[in-house]
T-cell receptor, first 114, second 110 residues
Framework: KAGVTQTPRYLIKTRGQQVTLSCSPISGHRSVSWYQQTPGQGLQFLFEYFSETQRNKGNFPGRFSGRQFSNSRSEMNVSTLELGDSALYLC?????????????FGPGTRLTVL | AQRVTQPEKLLSVFKGAPVELKCNYSYSGSPELFWYVQYSRQRLQLLLRHISRESIKGFTADLNKGETSFHLKKPFAQEEDSAMYYCALSEARDTDKLIFGTGTRLQVFP
């Protein structure tokens, strides 16, 4: 079956703009999690959605937000972009019932803020 | 605060040599521990989890609660094992949230 897909794969924005990233989970998966990956901080958890509800949230400012739709697709939005938001944004999906369910990662969206 | 530490950024070995990638964690409860791997130009993927007590591609990892460690081991490294390895911790069973270590790059030379 098809894996997790993320669009767009690459994005260049300027400071102060906003951006929306999209993640389509594996069919049947109900949980989507988002991570930010940078050389300095590594992989950091942003938020997790399960059945359209935010189940968990990381320590990121309110400029970072997300949502999940009824078909389990998820979007994350970053407003008022800063240079430090440049990163690879990964999403992962799973069945979502417990941590034993394997998470499958997408290829990521590379965001560059100029 | 919960934390996962991988002290080595880079580990270089020759083919056939034993490998041990170190992982230590700090967590007050009973964590779920995982190893994820990212091969060149591939996606991050699950390698193994402590609850399964399995051996995948010859790799094993034992959870040592006394030393709060979850080291990844393989007795004989292969060139195809070259990759980035991340240790990760899950705080609870009802969440997918993972706390990742900073990763160790394993290089296996022929």
């Amino acid at each position: 079956k098809a894996g997790v897909t993320q669009t767009p794969r690459y994005l260049i924005k300027t400071r102060g703009q906003q951006v929306t990233l999209s993640c389509s989970p594996i069919s049947g998966h109900r949980s989507v999690s988002w991570y930010q990956q940078t050389p300095g901080q590594g992989l950091q958890f942003l938020f997790e959605y399960f059945s359209e509800t935010q189940r968990n949230k990381g320590n990121f400012p309110g400029r970072f937000s997300g949502r999940q739709f009824s078909n389990s697709r998820s979007e994350m939005n970053v407003s008022t972009l800063e240079l430090g938001d440049s990163a690879l944004y990964l999403c992962a999906s799973s069945l979502g019932f417990n941590s034993y369910n394997e998470q499958f990662f997408g290829p990521g969206t590379r965001l560059t803020v100029l | 605060a919960q934390r996962v530490t991988q002290p080595e950024k880079l580990l270089s070995v020759f083919k056939g040599a034993p490998v041990e990638l170190k992982c230590n964690y700090s967590y007050s409860g009973s964590p779920e521990l995982f190893w994820y791997v990212q091969y060149s130009r591939q996606r991050l993927q699950l390698l193994l989890r402590h609850i399964s007590r399995e051996s995948i591609k010859g790799f094993t990892a034992d959870l040592n609660k006394g030393e709060t460690s979850f080291h990844l081991k393989k007795p004989f490294a292969q060139e195809e094992d070259s990759a980035m390895y991340y240790c990760a911790l899950s705080e609870a069973r009802d969440t997918d949230k993972l706390i990742f270590g900073t990763g160790t790059r394993l290089q296996v030379f022929p």
